[in-house]
């Protein structure tokens, strides 16, 4: 669990921690859109927790902007990753990477929705669990330029982040201790997060 010590360094007070924690931060998140197995909105969440118990909005603003900023960016390297993909005859490893986490069904559904809905879609996406990969190569199988992307995706990411943030703050809210918000906080998202596949599991089963 080294991730939630660096986040939890990202918002103490020690002007040197944060130097150091705030692009600890950035770069965990960026990461984590670039290769969707970190836990990213746990981060968040985590960071949130730390930032709450701070006696200055400032750390709040900062996660936010950190988070945001940082979602933004991997998403757009990946999706133009990906297009540089779809242009190649071979194909890249970041395309089959992005491929391999939208079964069939999922992109037949985001396929749909992208093409009635438009930008809506991706703003959706990024607040459903496993729903980000699946818009995104539907955007690219659509074949929407980098920038129209990049457009519908910064209110994405701006909701991401907020939305992440508010569960931080929650979990903040409801302990004197920063580490209890943080374990609450981790609860809370890793039981969003796999909630949609257990109801698509039960929902087979019956």
């Known amino acids: 669990m080294t991730w939630l010590a660096d986040v939890s360094r990202a918002v103490t ?5 944060q ?5 600890s931060l950035f770069l965990l998140v960026l990461v984590g859109a670039l290769v969707p197995v970190v836990p990213t909105g746990a981060l ?20 936010f902007v950190t988070a945001s900023l940082a979602a933004f960016l991997g998403d757009a390297a990946l999706y133009w990753l990906g297009r540089r993909g779809m242009r190649s005859k071979n194909g890249s490893r970041w395309l ?15 396929r749909g929705k992208l093409a009635e809905h438009g930008v ?4 959706l996406s990024r607040l459903v669990p496993a729903g ?3 818009v995104m190569l539907a955007c690219l199988m659509a074949e929407w330029p980098l920038r129209r992307f990049a457009r519908g995706n910064l209110p994405a ?12 703050i929650v979990g903040g809210s409801l302990f004197a201790e920063p580490w209890e918000g943080v374990v609450v906080a981790v609860v809370l998202t890793v039981v969003i997060s796999a909630a949609p596949g257990v109801w698509r599991r039960v929902r087979a089963a019956g």
Request: proline share 11%.
């Open 13 to 17: 007070p020690g002007p040197t921690q």
């Open 19 to 23: 130097v150091m924690g705030y692009p």
């Open 44 to 63: 968040v969440s985590s960071a949130a927790v730390v930032a709450f118990h701070q006696t200055t909005p400032f750390p709040l603003a900062l996660v």
């Open 96 to 110: 089959e990477a992005i491929r391999s986490r939208a079964p069939e069904e999922r992109l037949a559904q985001a």
């Open 120 to 123: 809506a879609v991706l703003v």
């Open 132 to 134: 980000r990969i699946p």
């Open 157 to 168: 990411c701006l909701a991401w982040a907020a939305t992440y943030q508010v569960i931080g």
